[in-house]
């Protein structure tokens, strides 16, 4: 349960990112690509930890073996993005764009990131992004191949495989009543394509 918190803490964190960098996107006269570039990041970040955090509020995938490994990563992947967002956020960097604008480093409402800082983040950020991918798409195979392996130890009926009426020459006609609504779909189907 501490992972799945950690999680949500780390998609809402990212969400609040991403909002702070829209409003420097809006406000700061000429926004350059390296916020966009920012934001288009940690957006993405956000994408791929909601479809963990889907993963994990799913009752049917229960062995998640890769994913629940990442729970170091994921605490990781936290830290950084605070860090970020204590960097970024400009409730948090008043007082050290008033030492830069003091020595004339920066405008009054800037992007308080270098192209240095901006290109080591986003590096960073599809670091978190490629590990939970990779463990999110190797748990989903793992479930997709044990339900087929399920369904191959299911057991064939007899005589109730599609087709198999062509080894019975003598009943190759639906017993009355079966298949009647597919059989009015194909019907109204054919009406309303041909009519």
């Not at 960098?21 to 570039?37: F, L, S, T």
């Not at 050290?96 to 604008?101: G, K, T, V, Y």
């Not at 130890?153 to 005589?159: D, Q, T, V, W």
Request: hydrophobic content about 40%; some cysteine; aromatic content about 6%.
């Amino acid at each position: 349960m501490e992972f799945a918190a950690s999680v949500i803490a780390v998609v809402q964190l990212a969400g609040k990112i991403a909002e702070i960098c829209g409003r420097y996107i809006n406000e700061v006269r000429y926004a350059n690509q390296d916020i966009i570039r920012f934001q288009q990041q940690i957006k993405s970040l956000e994408e791929v930890l909601q479809s963990l955090r889907n993963l994990l509020d799913d009752p049917n995938c229960s062995d998640l073996t890769n994913t629940q490994n990442l729970a170091g990563a994921v605490f990781q992947c936290l830290s950084t993005l605070e860090d970020l967002k204590e960097k970024i956020d400009p409730e948090s960097t008043r007082s050290r764009m008033r030492r830069r604008l003091a020595i004339g480093l920066c405008s009054a409402f800037g992007w308080p990131l270098d192209h240095h800082e901006v290109a080591e983040a986003i590096r960073s950020i599809e670091q978190y992004r490629s590990c939970f991918s990779l463990a999110l798409q190797i748990d989903q195979m793992r479930s997709l191949m044990n339900e087929k392996l399920c369904l191959d130890r299911l057991r064939i009926a007899k005589g109730a495989a599609f087709d198999s009426y062509e080894n019975d020459k003598e009943h190759t006609e639906c017993l009355p009543g079966t298949r009647t609504e597919l059989l009015r779909e194909i019907e109204e189907h054919w009406k309303v394509n041909h009519f």
